[in-house]
Each structure stands twice: as C-alpha cells, then as structure tokens.
C-alpha cells in the first residue's frame, strides 16, 4: 500500500511539474494553451497574463514554439487586450500556423475590449504657419524617401490636394501615340496627349518643375478611370503628356471627358486637404473644429495586414484559425510609377487581408477600415470560409473579393466562401471602380444577409468571363441582401447586382435593391452583362433605379420572376442583344413607376416568354412599350396575360410595398415574400450601424438631381 502511495505520489508530482512549465509559455488545460497580448506587452515576454506578449507576429511565433515543443494537439487561443497596436509587419500565416477541427487556432479580444491593430504610423509635431497651414517635417520622408498616399486625420480619410474640389475640370482633346503595339486590342506602350482650354488649364501652369514627378490626375470614362503620373506639362499650349499602356478601345479618354488633377501645392485650397513635397514637409489645412494638440494624425504604412499563404496545388493549407473581434486599419496603398490601368472592378489592386491556400479561416464581429485598397480577399485555393457580422467601411477599394481573375482547376479553385450578416459601405474612396462583393472565377458561395451601401460602382459582381465560354462562376447564392445608395452619377455601366458568363446554379433572389444612379447610360438594378446564363433572380425587391430595375445585355435561359421593379427614371426594364436563342422569362413581376416608359430596347425582336406580369402607372395612364401602347404590345405575343392594375401597396412612394390586398397580384400568380427577413440582422446597434448617416443620404440625392437636370 505504501508503494502504491509513493508510485501515486511520484506521477502526481510529475504532472504538477509539466503543468507548471506549460504555464510559463501562458496559460492552458490538458486541450486548450492560452497566450496574451497586450498594448504595453513585449515579444520576448512568455505569454502569460500577467506576462504578455506585444503583437500578433509575436504570438503566432509564440505558437509555433509551443506546438514544436509539445505537439500540436492542443488548441490555442490568443486573448487580445483592449487598445491601439501599431503593426510594424504584417501578420503571415503559413500552413504550420494552422490549428485544425478538433484543435483550431483563435485570436480574439478580451472579452468587453476593442483592440485596433493600425497598419499606419502616427505623425506629431505640426506647427500652424502664417496662412493658417498646419506643417509637420517627415523625417522619413525627407531622409529615406518615404511616401504616402492617403492620409487620416481624427479617424476622417482626408483629401490628397486636388483641383478641382468639387466636380471636374474637362478635357479638350485626346491624341494618342502609340509606342509599341503588341498582338493584342490594346497597344503595350503608348503616349496620351490632353489638350484643355485656358479655364480648365488654368490650375496646372502652377506646378513647378520640382513637385511635377509626383502629379496625376483622374479622368474618368465608362465603368473604370484611368490614374496617372504626368511626363510632362506643355504650358504655352496647355497640354499634359502622360504614358502608359495603350487606351482600350472600348473604354478610352475622349474629348469632352471628365478629369482631375492632384498632388500638387497650388491645389491645397480647402479645409480637409494635405500635400507632402520633396522635401518631407507635409501640409494639411485643418477642418473647422480641428487643432493641432488635439489632433490625431496617421500616415498608413504597411500595405497588407493580414497575409495568410498556403498552397493549395501542393496541398500545403492553412487551416483552422478564427480571428474574433478584432479591427484593423490603416492600410496603405502605394500606386506604382506605371500609375492604375482602367481595370473592371478594380479587380488587379490588392487587399490589406490577403489569403491564398486557406480553409476553415473565419473572421467574426472584426472590422477593417481607412485602407487604400481592397478589404479581404480569398484569393487562389481558398475554401470553406466565413466572415461574419463584420464591419467593412472607409475603404480605398471594394469589400471582399472571391476567387481570381484567371480560371483555376482542382484544388486551386476557390470555392464554399461565406458572407452572412456584414455591412460593407463607403468603398471606392482611392479606386471607385471597386465592388462591395466581387465573386470572380469562384463558386458555391454564400452572400446573404449583409448591407453593401456606398459604393460608386457596383454592389455585388458576379463572374468574370465575357460570353459563353467556360465559367467557374457556378451556383453562387446571393440572397436577404440590403445593396443601396450605388453609383453615385460617377460612372457608367453598373448596377446593385452585375453578372457575366454561364452561371448554372447562379441564384439571385430575397434582396433588396434601391438608389442605384448611373453617370451617363446604366444604374440598373439587375444586370446580367455579358453572356450571363442559368441565372434565376426572383424574389427581389427593386425601387429608385435610373434606367431600370432590370436590364439583360445579352445571356441565355434566365429567369426573372416575382420581382416587384419601382420608379426608375428613365425606363422600367430594357434588354439589348438579339441572339437565336431564349434569352430569358420575364413572369408574375410588378412594374410600378411615376415617370418615364416602360420598356426599352430589342422587346420586339429578342427571344423571351414574357406574361403574366403587372404594370402600374401611378401618376396616370401612359404605359409606352417600346414606343407602343399596350393593346399594341400585346399584339407581338408577349404579355397577353399580363395586366395593367394598382398593385394596391401601402405606400410606395414612401417605399412601404406591403400589401394591403392581394387581388391583383393574385391574377397575375405573384406570391408575395417577406421583406422584413432582408439585411443585417441581430442586436439593435447593429442594425443601426448598417443606416448610412443623413449627410450621406442627402449628398446622394442632390447628386442624381443635378444629374438628371443635364439629360
């Protein structure tokens, strides 16, 4: 018996030891280690609570020692104190960061906290000069020529001096040179000329020769803008030479375009603006209230956050790691020499998030904003991931992308991503060609329950092939969607929801679409583009459009059913290609609208089914199809068993479209559906963070007005 009490005695004292020095690499349990990170932490601390580490590369790498000492069939979590960490390297995960199903990796904040992770270096010491100018010496600036290109004052995206400061200055003329033409549509090397008259050229004969390197301009055309760095200025004859790729031919500057120029001295004029000079001094023209004392100001430094690299093709992923209410912020985007070719969808700039070869990667109640690009994207071989109840906001680009702009095959293929219940609003602040959701060549994803508001292009983006080639864009869901306030009169050629290429399986139903407004031609609601196929959107909701809640480019068996489409200016719905197949079903849809004509486009010659659809006027009793009356539109086979009826909402003008009978829809086999199940959802603070302010609101609608003022 005492040998027994000795033997006993001895294994307790032995698992007592082996838990201590557990314990001092932080804290754990026979299946669980926990580290800690703190703002006044230090990387070589062991981890514990009350010894905690400083940063995420700092744990990651804590983790990694760990799991090489006693094995990786533990799971880990990182708790993360309240408070700012200014990142001085992104966090890289590799595939040994991974954890997996039954032992994952976590890094969440302490419970009740708000830990930031700034990618951005705070700049002090500004004095007020004669004019009124705040000034600051950047010694990395003037020593290491450091630059940035976005800049954030009391936690406000400020503006890189520009002129004009509100609207355009317009081009005279366009003269291309081309240098060297290559195979291709489009010239590899070629030189642009823009010619002005003397208002508009008026701003540029005051930039000097030694601030000309870092000068560009914006000029704006179709869906996409081109931004650039100026060769040279041409004063006496008002002229800027600029050189690059060769313009797209489809999409080119042209005479009479829209253009801004900034970077520049004499273009800092209004409050909110700043200006960085050769010499590493910056200047900001502070905003009523601000001072210097008080103010919080943040040059963004790193260009990527978060970069998690796996390789799928070698079956090398990371795997398992959940981040947990945690924001970061501050990235930066620095545009190369070569400046930004017009590229759809502002698909080729990067992410501050950035993921390749990842599966079973979540990110929870986080928020990413103030970055010069993309927020996250799941690039190459990424799978069976979730972001969830996020925050995506100020951003230089779009929300999340989806997949890669070149077709992947097997295990590169990215697919089974999931989006539920984010708010994705105010993007394409630097690129506004950018998306709230672009799914490129991916499939099976989910885009459901979220709010995408603010965008100047378009709200979600499916596919990414132009015709009927191979598409991976397969059975992608995007459904209980709020996508509003879109486009902004600053582009052409968008919509809530933009499609391209076969799509079988492709379901875009349940969403809620409103306040989508086009610069020239555009600003629908839904849009299946080019060779969009197998598409079913139903279901959908579609009110205060420019030219549409819907409009088919050209495609192949779609359906478009039980859709209630309101007040678009200009037409209700339009199509465009005649092809010799059946381009799509149009039924039990309701066409409710105060002005402009019903239809618009090919509707005589394309090959539909179109009945058993309401139309209402609720202004009067002008209903032109296509320059028809509707006894006349009847007569071409379509519709004839479509009505013109109140479809008896509550009150759409104020966009309540509850029933308030259900007669009329009824004749026309429309089944009403739910639209309080739509967006965000959850606590009442969540909801309200997903309402854009009033100012945003109002600035949108004053847009659209002078808009349509110039048509």
Known sequence: MKSCKRILFFILTILLIGGTAVHSMGHSTSDEVVFYIAPNGNDQNKGSKDSPLASLTGARDAIRDYKHKHGSDVSVMVIIKGGTYEMTEPLVLTPEDSGSSQYPVTYKAEEGSNPVFSGGKRLSGFKVNSKGIWETQVSECKYYNWRFDQLYVNGKRAVLARTPNKGFLTIGGVKQNIWERGTGRVAIRAQQILSFDDENFKSLKQITNEELEHVRFRAYHKWDFTLRFIDRIEKDSSRIVTSGQGMKPWNPLFKSGRIIFENYAAAMDAPGEWYLNNKGTLFYIPRKGETPEDAEIVAPALENIISVEGDAAQNELVDNIRFEGLAFTHCHYRMPYTGSEPNQAAALINAAVMLEGARNISFVDCEISQTGQHALWFGKGCSHCNVERCYLNDLGGGGVYIGDFAPKQGAEHTSHIRLNNNILQSGGQEFPSA???????????????????????????????????????????????????????LLSDMAAVYTLGKSQGTIISNNIVHHVHAYSYGGWGLYPDEGSSDIVMENNLVYNTKTGGFHQHYGKNNKIRNNIFAFAKLYQAQCTRVEKHRSFDFEHNILLFDEGVVLKGAWEKIDIHMDNNLYWNVNNDEYIFNGKSFDEWKKTGHDINSIIADPQFKDPQNYDFSLTRKRNVKRIGFKPFDFST??????????????????????????????????
């Open 435 to 489: 998306v709230g959701v672009w799914v490129g060549h991916s499939s099976d994803n989910e885009i459901t329950h979220n709010d995408i508001g603010n965008f100047y292009y378009s709200g979600v983006s499916v596919g990414w092939i132009w015709g009927y080639a191979d598409s991976n864009a397969k059975r992608n869901k995007i459904t209980h969607n709020n996508i509003h306030h879109i486009g902004w009169a």
């Open 678 to 711: 739509v967006g965000v959802y959850g606590d009442a603070s969540w909801i309200n963070k997903a309402k854009l302010s009033e100012a945003i609101l109002k600035s949108f609608d004053e847009e659209v007005e002078m808009n349509m003022e110039k048509k």
